[in-house]
């Protein structure tokens, strides 16, 4: 047995254990709070009264604890402490409104005191505020919201999966495929969503993103209503402050109609490569086959010319030029489409090419009338490039502008300003011009502004022109010249072409303020 000296030691350290405890409660903001059933009064210590903002000597009794608890927490509150008269234990989170009118947050925790019967006298326990934890707890919630509002919202099937390959999150068109909610699909290990095979199937991928590489495929997946479709897959690792992969972020987009597409364009280039062969066939025949009788009808008429020379009855000798014409004009025409046809194609070596020597040798090559002057500009350069459908762009464009000139006597200049990776080419004359509403149709084959009795040609030279071009990966257009007399041809010529052999050691440079003046002229 203990004597009363061990006796009251006990006593006294258990009060101040009490004492310690109480002390170490309200340093952590929890309040301590009881409640007797037999004068339905509470009884709570300063920390419940800091919360429910009542006055130091005030007691709190039911009345005041309806004025504090809010209206739409007091009915669960009040079932709560009689459920724990009943069982024994009650937890309540409910909101206080102090006298300012703030609004706080409570998480209680009761369990019932008994008597020395058995009976249950009351119930006593603690109170938190959880102010702060909700409203983090809200600010939580809002984001993870905005996030799969976000996610959602991705045209595509968004995941993510923790390093044991469990669903962390997934987008609302992924739950579709697999017809689960968000909570049933949290928590999951993705091979009991997809499926062992294709988990088996994805796991390199999955592997390959937790050691830290960004790994993309392409791959199919299966949708509800029985389909297939093809997606690109992105797998991105996800990185913590540590520099450790804490996950995968994964992407899958939809590219079946791409493909589709794809496949479609695929079918109409071979088709349309399948018709430029029928194109060449058909010129070559056209240009072989077809000149054989032309030539033949020639001969006739040269035979029909001699034997007639005498006859100058009638029309005969201007029916036989007019026959004459016609035969050469079609000859000139089968010539200009195995041309057309050819264009891109032939398209010899590349060389380093001298284009204002090109230019000067055009002109001699042409002999234009002595009035007509072809003038080469110093700003044309020196190019690593094909220079025969070169030659034969600046040749059709510079005969053209001969050709169509109203005098013999007028100007054709041709210059050129570096756009970097490409030159931009004019040709301009100070000619009769071209209205613009034949913008298009110059382009065209066969198309003529002129009759052709009035003045000679297939109409094909600029429809070659265009097709080479365009082949090169430029374009052309024209517009009035200076004064608005005259016309100016412009195309660009790429710089860099496929296959080509290209130094670019040794381009030359050229004066800017020279090129900037010149870009102006040039951009009439």
Known sequence: MFSKKNTSKRVLASNDSEADLLLLLHATGVGIWSFDLASNAFCIDETCREMFDVEPGEELNLEVARERIHPDDLQPYFEAVNSSLETGESMIDYRIVRRDGTVRFMASRGRATYGVNGEITGTKGVCIDVTERKHLEDQLKSKEEQMQHLADGVPGLFSYIDRQYRVQFLSSQYREIFNRSAEETIG??????????????????????????????????????????????????????????????????????????????????????????????????????????????????????????????????ENLGLLSQRTQRLNKLLDDLLEYSRAGRQVGQVKRTDTREMVQDIATL???????????????????????????????????????????????????????????????????????????????????????????????????????????????????????????????????????????????????????????????
Request: charged fraction near 25%.
């Open 188 to 317: 999951q290990h993705i091979g009991e969503l997809v499926g062992e095979e294709a988990f088996l199937e994805r796991k390199p991928r999955y592997d390959a993103a937790l050691q830290g590489e960004t790994v993309q495929a392409e791959a199919t997946r299966s949708m509800p209503d029985g389909s297939e479709l093809l997606f690109t897959v992105t797998h991105v690792p996800h990185f913590a402050a540590d520099g450790t992969v804490r996950g995968v972020l994964s992407l899958a987009m939809d590219i079946t109609e791409r493909r589709q597409i794809e496949q479609a364009l695929k079918g109409k280039s071979d088709e349309l490569e399948r018709s430029n062969r029928d194109l060449e066939q058909f010129a070559y025949i056209a240009s072989h086959d077809l000149k054989a009788p032309l030539r033949a009808i020639e001969v006739l008429v040269d035979w029909l010319r001699e034997d007639l020379q005498d006859n100058h009855t009638g029309d005969v000798q």
């Open 366 to 524: 042409l002999s234009p009338p002595e009035g007509m002057q072809i003038v080469a500009d110093d700003s044309l350069p020196t190019l690593n490039t094909y220079g025969a459908p070169l030659e034969q762009v600046l040749r059709n464009l510079i005969n053209n502008a001969i050709k169509h000139h109203p005098t013999q006597a007028g100007k054709v200049t041709v210059e050129a300003v570096d756009q970097a990776e490409s030159v931009m080419f004019s040709v301009t004359d100070d000619g009769a011009g071209i209205p613009e509403q034949y913008a298009e149709k110059v382009f065209q084959m066969f198309q003529t502004l002129q009759p052709r009795d009035e003045r000679e040609g297939s109409g094909m030279g600029l429809a070659v022109v265009k097709r080479i071009i365009e082949w090169q990966g430029g374009r052309i257009w024209f517009h009035p010249g200076p004064g608005n007399q005259g016309t100016v041809f412009k195309f660009v010529w790429q710089k860099s072409l496929p296959d080509m052999a290209y130094d670019p050691a040794e381009d030359q440079g050229t004066d800017n303020d020279d090129e900037q003046q010149r870009s102006q002229h040039l951009a009439g």
